[in-house]
């Protein structure tokens, strides 16, 4: 998907968003955070959420749940770790900054994979997907909460009109379902088992991929 992001640039718009991300992304998002946390406290274990951010998501998982969040704005990530320590969250097991499209982690390493509106904000989304895939570990599922631009209509002109402007603030507007469903269809090892689009105007969906053992395909 050629658009005119690069990680620094991701990186430098979150940084500016920090101060206010809470006051002005928090409610908008809400509903979408609860769905993804209560999607992944169904498998709980180990929890990586990719595009942490200020951490507005940590305190509502189940203590049982260990947590590691890892974001490419280190000013979102203090937030992060000021949340942590006020609220005393133990399951906390880091956080660190990191690019959703090189994650440093071995294979296989998490229970579940959670990325709330982080795809549609990298510069490579079909490479973030990959790695998601690649830290989950069969049995496991990434969790994504992500914008779905319109098809067709004056709501898609307006988003690809958008685009420029957004792109630089650090997200895109116009972001095709097909994406997800292109950059899974030739993989053996993940199955798409739930899209649900999210209130209040279903602009963003709830997109949940299985993982299986390479071996045995998606069957």
């Known amino acids: 998907m050629a658009l005119p992001m690069s990680t620094d640039g991701v990186a430098q718009a979150y940084g500016r968003w920090a101060p206010v991300y809470d006051l002005v992304f928090g409610p908008v998002f809400r509903q979408g955070r609860?769905?993804?946390i209560r999607a992944a406290e169904r498998l709980g274990g180990r929890i990586l959420e990719v595009g942490v951010g200020t951490g507005i998501s940590l305190p509502g998982y189940s203590p049982s749940?260990?947590?590691y969040g890892v974001d490419i704005s280190e000013p979102m990530l203090v937030k992060a770790r000021q949340r942590v320590r006020k609220l005393g969250l133990a399951n906390v097991e880091a956080i660190a900054v990191m690019d959703a499209e090189a994650l440093d982690f071995p294979d296989a390493s998490f229970d579940v994979v959670v990325a709330q509106y982080v795809v549609s904000a990298v510069p490579n989304p079909e490479r973030a997907l990959d790695e998601f895939a690649r830290v989950v570990k069969p049995?496991?599922?990434i969790i994504i909460t992500t914008r779905v631009?319109?098809?067709a209509g004056i709501r898609k002109t307006i988003e690809k009109g958008l685009m420029p402007v957004t792109s630089r603030l650090g997200?895109?507007?116009?972001?095709p379902f097909e994406l997800y469903t292109d950059w899974a269809k030739d993989r053996r090892d993940v199955t798409l088992v739930e899209k649900r689009a999210l209130p209040p105007l279903g602009h963003f969906s709830l997109?949940?991929?299985?993982?299986?053992d390479a071996t045995q395909g998606n069957a």
Do not use: M
């Not at 997200?171 to 972001?175: E, G, K, S, V």
């Not at 997109?207 to 299986?212: D, E, G, S």
């Open 34 to 36: 609860s769905a993804a």
């Open 65 to 67: 749940s260990s947590l």
């Open 139 to 141: 049995g496991g599922e």
């Open 149 to 151: 631009g319109a098809e």
């Open 171 to 175: 997200f895109r507007t116009d972001f």
């Open 207 to 212: 997109v949940r991929y299985a993982k299986h």
